[in-house]
C-alpha cells in the first residue's frame, strides 16, 4: 500500500500555472502507475492523466496541450504541469496509484490507493 500526499495547489490567474507534486512512500514506486483526478464544486470526480512506469502519457481533452504529467522515479514522485488555467480548471486535484501494468487510465476503480488532494482554484 502506498501513501500519497500531493501539494503544490493554490490560487491563480486564469492564463496562470502551476505546478502539483505526489510525494508516495509505503510501497515499490517503480511498479506503479499514476493517475490525476479532480473534483469540481458540484461534479464528480473526473480522471485526466494517466502516467505509466516507462512515463507513457494518455490525456483526457479537456487538459491536452496544457497539461503535462511526469514522474520521477529516484524521489518516489509524479508531477503535474498545469499551464494556461482557465476558471473551469477550479477543482481538488487527486493522485491515484495502482500496482499494475495495464488498467482503465480513467476509472476511479482501477486505482489501488488515493491521496487526499489539493485545491487548486483559477480565479481573477
Known amino acids: 500500500q502506498l501513501q500519497l500526499v500531493e501539494s503544490g495547489g493554490g490560487l491563480v490567474q486564469p492564463g496562470g500555472s502551476l505546478n502539483l507534486s505526489c510525494a508516495a512512500s509505503g510501497s515499490t514506486w517503480g511498479d506503479i502507475g499514476i493517475g490525476w483526478f479532480r473534483q469540481a464544486p458540484g461534479k464528480e470526480r473526473e480522471g485526466i492523466v494517466c502516467i505509466n512506469r516507462s512515463g507513457k502519457t494518455i490525456y483526457t481533452d479537456s487538459v491536452k496541450g496544457r497539461f503535462t504529467a511526469s514522474r520521477d522515479n529516484a524521489k518516489n514522485t509524479a508531477y503535474l504541469q498545469l499551464n494556461a488555467l482557465k476558471p473551469e480548471d477550479t477543482a481538488v486535484y487527486f493522485c491515484?496509484?495502482?500496482?499494475?501494468?495495464?488498467?482503465?487510465?480513467?476509472?476511479?476503480?482501477?486505482?489501488?490507493?488515493w491521496g487526499q488532494g489539493t485545491q487548486v482554484t483559477v480565479s481573477a
Open positions: 491515484a496509484a495502482v500496482a499494475r501494468t495495464a488498467w482503465e487510465c480513467f476509472g476511479e476503480d482501477a486505482y489501488d490507493d
